[in-house]
């Protein structure tokens, strides 16, 4: 069975940091580039960035440049997204996704359950 598993998610105050992170089993997320994406109360769903199969990274997010960054560690089957001074805006769900190939095409084949975030003095 195919699966992402997200976690690392919880509850920080303004200006801390998180790292998500986001598990692959039944298969190798090493071909596929993984996607991070976020959805926040009363908003829709927003692509963050891309990681590729080699580590590349396209931001999506101007609102989280310079702040947030992703990783991969290919021996885990895991990759990661590394989010700095968090805001309250960035409070959201977030979710990683699978992408169909090697770069980031945007066609997501599989999803996680996604994780909580939320930013709150």
């Known amino acids: 069975q195919f699966q992402l598993v997200e976690s690392g998610g919880g509850l920080v105050q303004p200006g801390e940091s998180l790292r998500l992170s986001c598990a692959a089993s039944?298969?190798?997320?090493?071909?596929?580039?993984i996607g991070w994406f976020r959805q926040g109360p009363g908003k829709e769903r927003e692509g963050i960035l891309c990681?590729?199969?080699?580590?590349?990274?396209?931001n999506y997010a101007e609102s989280v440049q310079g702040r947030f960054t992703g990783f991969r560690d290919n021996a885990k089957n895991t990759v990661y997204l590394q989010m700095n001074s968090l805001k309250p805006e960035d409070t959201a769900v977030y979710y990683c996704?699978?992408?169909?190939?090697?770069?980031?095409?945007?066609?997501?084949?599989?999803w996680g359950q996604g994780t909580q975030v939320t930013v709150s003095s």
């Open positions: 039944g298969f190798r997320l090493d071909p596929h580039a």
């Open positions: 996704a699978a992408d169909e190939h090697m770069e980031c095409s945007g066609l997501m084949f599989l």
């Open positions: 990681i590729d199969s080699s580590g590349g990274i396209q």
